[in-house]
């Protein structure tokens, strides 16, 4: 039976553990995952520090959840970026994801069909995230370095697509604020990241991108139904099969994490 070694190693979540999460406060202000302190990815197999406390390892029943999960999802989706997934979805709570195991401690961590959102709030978290994705897609657009140069162009750029709802938020008579903190604060977070610490850095980009596409996505078609009458946001088109760039991406993130 498999087991994942907890340790601590290369890839390192700030321990604010705010990460995307950030970007859903303009929905609603207290909406936050928290993550553990250290989300490990070794060569080998994930390793996970929870915060402070000692090392321990997955139970048998995550590791039955694994093998089911393997039969379900693409070979690409095994590996680093498994790891990954296997990690984030445990800190989802149960409303949040069938797979969550976190308990739900406040009404924002429950199901998104409850949550209230406003125009307002919604319209900062997109001018929030479109300065996250123009930091990240600017950081891998003018790299070469070869970790980072893969992962141009794969399709799930979202910036360009962000622009063009603002433009639309405008047509619409609404006024573009300026991106707040937390937009701000992760965007500067990231550059650091991408210069100093490249695994960690890699293992933001599958959050962003991953989560986006997840729960985001979903979060968006519902929050659209209440406020926007079902608008269709560019933020959640792609050109191409989602499916397919996201395994397309998946397998390059296995590859450049045989680090
Ligand atoms: C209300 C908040 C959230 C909801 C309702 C939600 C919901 C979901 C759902 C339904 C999935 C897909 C599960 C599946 O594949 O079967 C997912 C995946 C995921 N979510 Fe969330 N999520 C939320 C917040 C977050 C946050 C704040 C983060 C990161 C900070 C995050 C990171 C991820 C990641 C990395 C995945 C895995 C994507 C993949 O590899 O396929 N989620 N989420």
């Known amino acids: 039976m498999a087991t994942t070694t907890l340790n ?14 950030e970007s859903y406060l303009g929905l609603r ?18 390793a ?40 984030a979805m445990r800190l989802h709570t149960r409303d949040q994801a069938k797979e969550g195991e976190k308990e739900s401690k406040s009404p924002e961590e429950g199901p998104v069909t409850k949550w209230e ?16 994705y123009d930091t990240l897609e ?9 970790t980072y140069v893969v992962f141009k162009n794969t399709g ?25 903190a937390p937009g701000r604060t992760y965007s500067e977070y990231l550059k650091v990241l ?6 960690a850095f890699i293992c933001h980009f599958y959050n962003i991108y991953f989560a986006h596409s997840a729960g985001g996505q979903m979060i968006g078609t519902k929050v659209s139904k209440k406020i926007l009458d079902g608008k269709e946001l560019e ?14 991406v998946r397998k390059k993130l296995n590859s450049v994490a045989e680090w």
């Not at 933020?235 to 397309?248: I, V």
């Open 8 to 21: 601590s190693s290369s890839c390192h979540f700030p321990s604010s553990t705010r990460l995307y999460s």
């Open 29 to 46: 202000p207290t909406v936050r995952i928290s993550y553990p302190r250290n989300l490990t990815a070794p060569r080998g197999y994930l």
């Open 48 to 87: 996970v520090k929870a915060n402070g406390g000692p090392a321990s390892v997955v139970s048998a029943a995550a590791a039955v959840k694994e093998m089911v999960r393997r039969e379900k999802y693409p070979e690409e989706s095994i590996g680093f970026v498994g790891e990954m997934r296997l990690v």
């Open 117 to 132: 959102p406003t125009v307002e709030g919604y319209l900062q978290f997109l001018v929030d995230s479109k300065l996250v």
């Open 138 to 146: 600017g950081i891998i657009d003018e790299s070469d370095f070869p």
């Open 156 to 180: 799930l750029e979202r910036a360009e697509k962000l622009g063009k709802d603002l433009e639309w938020f405008k047509e619409q008579g609404y006024e573009i604020p300026e991106a707040m």
């Open 194 to 199: 991408a210069e100093r610490d490249p695994e």
């Open 235 to 248: 933020f959640y088109k792609w050109d191409g099969q989602l499916s397919q760039l996201l395994q397309d």
